[in-house]
């Protein structure tokens, strides 16, 4: 029981791990004058909201482009300045010239821990908007594709080589160090992507990650098409004459759901229940369609289990 518990705590630690890789620290302001920050180009098109889109600036001396890496100054000194890559940059209506940029976290930051290499950074879906003015310094990022396949090991390893060397090289030279990033780090599906490098740093106004974020919310809205055939719940969509899983104590004689607890031991619980989709019914006292008001016709179908004496 005790070993058990230990297992369970370990697992709660990771889960909190994943689901918090970083604190949420507001930017600070710098006290830089407007000769300090100007924007170096001409301007260019310009957001859905008609601020105008630049490609790159000069932030007190240091070039910060579109599809380069910043480092951005924190309220809180004590933490590590946060990476963020720059997606694009705009002038707002007030004249502010802002930054809308990704954060990148340090392998430490992720579940990898101690085990990351201290020179990888991984991408991120979180975004923030934040003043040019916030920017510490540049960063030098080398976003990297590596191929993969048995055909690719000896030429990969031989490119690793020469890269710690070259880094070891840089240590001793006492200069600054130098990151790359080969992965999306995505904690809430537990898993590392390729980077998709054909959208990262257009500097077109739209984040593919603030993209993907808007049609995900859109999926999750619950929707009755007219004819009332098919819903979206969830972000799946769900139409008449489908066959559906729903949970036993919808189907149990007192009407209350199972314990499955681990204390009951396997034994209680039991599997999802097998259903047609015959129709789908909508309050009339209600003037949009929600999950609580709306009601589905199902048949059963029964496994061997269930009518087995």
Not at 130 to 139: E, H, P, S, Y
Not at 259 to 278: E, G, I, M, Q, Y
Request: net charge positive; aromatic share 10%.
């Amino acid at each position: 029981m005790e070993e058990d518990s230990e297992v369970e705590k370990e697992k709660t630690l990771l889960l909190e791990k994943i689901k918090k890789p970083y604190s949420v620290v507001k930017p600070t302001k710098f006290c830089s004058s407007n000769k300090e920050i100007t924007w170096d180009g001409l301007p260019g098109d310009k957001t859905c909201a008609g601020e105008t889109l630049y490609k790159r600036a000069i932030v007190r001396g240091d070039a910060v482009a579109v599809g380069s890496s910043v480092l951005v100054e924190m309220d809180d000194s004590d933490d590590v300045s946060p990476i963020y890559f720059v997606e694009y940059m705009f002038e707002n209506s007030d004249g502010r010239k802002m930054v809308h940029g990704r954060l990148m976290l340090r392998g430490l930051q992720t579940v990898l821990g101690t085990s990351a290499n201290e020179r990888e950074v991984f991408l991120t879906n979180d975004c923030l908007v934040f003043d040019l003015g916030d920017v510490k310094q540049t960063v030098v990022m080398d976003i990297r594709l590596t191929p993969w396949g048995y055909q690719h090991r000896k030429t990969n390893a031989n490119n690793d080589k020469i890269d710690r060397a070259r880094a070891e090289e840089r240590i001793r030279r006492r200069l600054p160090l130098e990151y790359y990033c080969r992965s999306l780090y995505w904690p809430e599906r537990g898993a590392f992507f390729c980077l998709s490098t054909n959208t990262m740093g257009l500097g077109s106004g739209v984040c593919q990650s603030c993209k993907m974020k808007e049609t995900q919310k859109e999926k999750e809205i619950f929707k009755v098409n007219k004819s009332k055939t098919t819903f979206s719940l969830k972000g799946a969509e769900y139409s008449v004459k489908d066959f559906v899983y729903l949970r036993p104590h919808y189907f149990a004689a007192d009407g209350k759901a199972m314990d499955t607890s681990k204390s009951r031991k396997n034994a209680r619980l039991k599997p999802f229940v097998v259903c047609h989709l015959l129709e789908i019914e909508l309050s009339k006292s209600y003037k949009l369609a929600d999950p609580e008001s709306t009601k589905v016709k199902v048949r059963r179908f029964f496994r061997p289990d269930d009518i087995s004496p």
